[in-house]
C-alpha cells in the first residue's frame, strides 16, 4: 500500500489486517515517519514499512520485485486540491505520472498482481447539476483533478493494452477524525474543538456556500477491498449520494460541541456569532477561495451498490459529530494535531 501514512491508509490498513493481510506500507524516507493516524488505530507495529517515493521509478520497481504483493492499494501522492495550486507540477509528478510509473512497473515485471488506485470526482469538475456517474464527461478544475484525470487514464489504458487487472474508484470527498488539518472538515471541528475549551478564538474558511457530496473514509475503505475481489477489474464512482455545504457542515459540528451558531451578512462579509456570547467566532476571507471551483458534484455510486454490494454505513450528521466529538476530546487532552 502506498499513501499508508495517510488517512485512508490507516482505515485501510485496519481492514486488510482485519481480514489475516500481511500488510505492507511503501512510505517516503523522511527524517521523521509520519506514524500519528497509524498510532492513533493502534496499527505501528503491526504493518511493516518500506521505503519507496511515487516519484522515483525504481524504487516502484524494486519493491514489487522485493515483496511480490498479491494486491496493491496505491494510496499514496500530493492529495490535496488547495496545496495543488501551490505545487502543480509535483501534484502531477506524484498523482499523475507516478501512477503511470506504477502501470508499467507492473506491466514488465508483475502483470498478475491487482490493483487499486485511489480516482477522484475532481475529475469531473465542471460537471453541470445532476448526479455524476462513471459514464459522466470530465473538466477537472484543478492542478490535482488534472494530474487524478493522467492517472484515471492511465489506469484504464494500461487494462485495456495490456490486461492489467487495475480498477479506479472514483473517490468523493471522505473524511474522518483522521482527517488531515489542511482539509477543510478538519480544519473546522478542529478549530471549533479549540475555540469550545478556549484556546483559539477564531475560525476563518472561504466560501461557506461550496458544497460536497462528504462521506466517511472508514467506508471508503470497504469499497477499496471489494474492487480487487472482482474476477474483472473495472471503474467506480464511490460517494453518498447526497450534497451538503460548508456552512452545514459547521452548524453539526458546532452543534455536536454545544456551541450554538449564528450567521450573519454576505460573501466574505459573513460573520458567525455564538449565540450565548454574542461575540464572533466564525470569518470568511477571500485568501480561502480556490482560483476555480468545480461545480457542487453529487456522485452516483449505484454501480458500486448493485456490481460489489457496497454501502456506505457513516451518514453526513453521524460524520461531522464523530469528527466534532474526536476534536473536543484531543482539545480538553490538549493533544497534538496532525
Ligand atoms: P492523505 O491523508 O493526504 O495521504 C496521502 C498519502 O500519500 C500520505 O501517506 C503521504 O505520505 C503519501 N505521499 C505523498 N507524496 C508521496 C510520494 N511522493 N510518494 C509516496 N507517497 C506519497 O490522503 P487520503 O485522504 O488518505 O487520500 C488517499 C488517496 O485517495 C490520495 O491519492 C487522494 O488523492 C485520493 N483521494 C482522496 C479523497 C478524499 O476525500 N480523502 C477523495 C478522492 C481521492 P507522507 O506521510 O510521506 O506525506
Not at 490507516?10 to 517516503?28: E, N, S
Not at 488506485?117 to 447539476?129: P, R, Y
Not at 468523493?172 to 488531515?180: A, Q, V, Y
Not at 471551483?293 to 457513516?314: F, R, T, Y
Request: glycine share 10%; hydrophobic share 40%; net charge negative.
Amino acid at each position: 500500500m502506498t499513501g499508508i501514512t495517510g488517512q485512508d491508509g490507516a482505515y485501510l490498513a485496519q481492514l486488510l489486517l482485519h481480514k489475516g493481510y500481511r500488510v505492507i506500507g511503501a512510505v517516503r524516507r523522511a527524517s521523521t515517519l509520519n506514524l500519528p493516524r497509524l498510532a492513533a488505530l493502534d496499527l505501528v507495529g503491526q504493518v511493516e514499512l518500506n521505503t519507496l517515493d511515487m516519484q522515483d521509478f525504481t524504487s516502484i520497481v524494486r519493491l514489487v520485485e522485493e515483496i511480490a504483493p498479491d494486491e496493491i492499494y496505491n494510496l499514496g501522492g500530493q492529495s490535496s486540491v488547495q496545496a495543488s495550486f501551490k505545487q502543480p507540477l509535483y501534484t502531477g509528478q506524484t498523482s499523475g505520472m507516478g501512477t503511470m510509473s506504477l502501470m508499467e512497473a507492473l506491466r514488465l515485471i508483475a502483470p498478475e498482481v491487482r490493483v487499486f488506485e485511489a480516482a477522484s470526482s475532481e475529475i469531473f469538475g465542471l460537471a453541470g447539476n445532476g448526479m455524476v456517474d462513471e459514464t459522466h464527461d470530465f473538466h477537472p478544475r484543478s492542478p490535482y483533478g488534472v494530474a487524478k484525470l493522467f492517472s484515471y487514464w492511465s489506469v484504464v489504458n494500461y487494462r485495456e493494452a495490456h490486461g492489467l487487472h487495475v480498477s479506479n474508484g472514483i473517490m468523493f470527498n471522505h473524511e474522518s477524525p483522521l482527517r488531515g488539518m489542511d482539509f477543510v472538515t478538519r480544519k473546522i471541528t478542529a478549530t471549533l474543538a479549540q475555540i469550545a475549551c478556549g484556546s483559539q478564538q477564531m475560525l476563518m474558511l472561504g466560501n461557506l456556500d461550496n458544497a460536497r457530496d462528504w462521506g466517511f473514509a472508514g467506508d471508503y475503505v470497504g469499497a477499496m477491498w471489494l474492487m480487487l475481489q472482482q474476477p474483472k477489474a473495472d471503474d467506480y464512482v464511490i460517494a453518498s449520494g447526497e450534497t451538503h455545504s460548508v456552512r452545514d457542515f459547521v452548524m453539526l459540528a458546532a452543534q455536536a460541541m454545544g456551541l450554538d451558531i449564528e450567521f450573519v451578512g454576505e460573501g466574505v462579509e459573513t460573520r458567525g456569532l455564538d449565540r450565548k456570547t454574542g461575540r464572533q467566532i466564525i470569518g470568511v476571507s477571500a485568501d480561502f477561495y480556490r482560483p476555480s471551483e468545480p461545480d457542487p458534484l453529487i456522485g452516483n455510486a449505484s454501480k458500486a451498490h448493485k456490481k460489489l454490494n457496497w454501502q456506505p454505513k457513516v451518514n453526513f450528521e453521524q460524520l461531522a459529530a464523530m469528527m466534532a466529538e474526536s476534536d473536543l476530546e484531543r482539545a480538553r487532552n490538549g493533544q497534538v494535531w496532525y
